[in-house]
């Protein structure tokens, strides 16, 4: 079985690949540089603003007629 693909279809499937991992990468890292929080900070948090609501308060709703 033979596949054949254009030069420009090759660069830009590769390009694309590449760089879909470089986000992937960028977000990996990202997230590991965002700093976690302790115990006691969590319960200075609670306690200057409250436990967070089980419900979720709706900030925006728009009904769309198709």
Known sequence: MKV???????????????KEVLDEEALIFFLKSVPLISHEEMEDIIKLYGKPSKEKEVAYSETIDI
């Open 4 to 18: 054949t693909i254009d030069s420009n279809e090759l660069y830009n499937l590769i390009k694309k690949a590449i």
